[in-house]
């Protein structure tokens, strides 16, 4: 089955960016859906944005679009590249993988999740 491990969170000040990064491992499927979510204390788990690796579409929500950008390598490894980050921006951020809905961040339900890793955006 899929394992996934998020890197490269940390600490950045507000207009600011960062990469994160997602290893993909043990998938033995050749095209799948990819994205990234994000979870701040006291809110719901919310989508990123979606990767279909059939073809490299990406979809995101309308409060990152044009700041965040998915894509991959031929190593598999998923990256979120976020800039003009805001401390709006602070959260958990989760790799996942597998499932459902490539085509519409909104509609996409994975099956597969990383750990995690921790993003704060200072003022």
């Known amino acids: 089955s899929m394992y996934l491990a998020e890197s490269g969170g940390g600490s950045v000040q507000s207009g600011g960016s960062l990469t994160l990064s997602c290893a993909v491992s043990?998938?033995?499927?050749?095209?799948?859906?990819m994205g990234w979510f994000r979870q701040a204390p006291g809110k719901k788990r919310e989508v990123v944005g979606v990767?279909?690796?059939?073809?490299?579409?990406t979809d995101y929500v309308d409060s990152v679009r044009g700041r965040f950008t998915i894509s991959q390598d031929n190593t598999k490894t998923l990256y979120l590249h976020m800039s003009a980050l805001t401390p709006e921006d602070s959260a958990m951020y989760y790799c996942?993988?597998?499932?459902?809905?490539?085509?519409?961040?909104?509609?996409?339900?994975?099956?597969?999740w990383g750990q995690g890793t921790q993003v704060v955006v200072s003022s």
């Open positions: 996942a993988g597998e499932g459902y809905g490539c085509q519409d961040a909104l509609d996409y339900t994975p099956s597969r």
């Open positions: 043990g998938t033995t499927y050749n095209t799948y859906c």
């Open positions: 990767y279909d690796t059939n073809d490299g579409s």
